[in-house]
């Protein structure tokens, strides 16, 4: 399965200018870009043995932060963000890109792993590609491995219609239109669900737009 706009959220026409984007901590999408990801490595506990899966792995600056594993796989449907991450990845021996979707890489022979990882990419999933994701986690997760996000997430939908107002009064209709037109994560929400499906769960926020969230496999 493929989800349904990853060919418009493919970022090929980005590429070039991501990694200068990506720095601007002014803007509201990207605040706390470098601590979201920092947090992301620490929290997914990896070391030398860990076969680790990253999803949309873009310029390669989250797996940039991991010491050392044991293989890394990356996914993403854009080769020119996979062209800028390659040279920074060199230290990671073992390390695998395939170029496909998200939601697609689960039907793939790909084994389990230690460790699931994704910055600012699984917002581009409806929620229900989201649900979707959720369920297929297990299939590459061994028991007490733990899937870490890093990403733009509201609280709920109340917080999604306030947060659009707010930016609107500021005159900032670039980011209440990434707001009302992606798919950042609803925490409320995503934590009742993730829960049901046997996971443990933590957060932390880091700014107006972004969080953190941990998910434990239980199974
Ligand atoms: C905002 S960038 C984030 C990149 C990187 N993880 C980071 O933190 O800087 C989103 C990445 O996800 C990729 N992407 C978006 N939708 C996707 C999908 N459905 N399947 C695979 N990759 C996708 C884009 O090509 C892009 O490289």
Redesign the pocket.
Known sequence: M??A??DF????D??DG?DRL?QNDQDPIRTG?RDV?RWVIQEARIDATSRVL?????????SALIGACSELVC????ER?EAIAKPKLTHLARRRFIK?????VFSFEVGRFDSVI????VH??TPDEKHRLFHCLPTVLVSGSRAVF?DLMLQNAEERGTKIEEYLAKRDRSTAEAIGEEFFWQLDSTVTELTKLGFEVSSKRFSHLSYGLVATWQG
């Open positions: 493929r989800s706009y990853g959220f493919n970022h090929d980005e590429a991501y990506v870009y990801l990253e999803l949309g792995s873009g310029t390669g600056n989250l996914v993403d449907l854009s963000m496909a979707d998200i939601l697609e994704s910055s600012y990419a581009h999933l890093g």
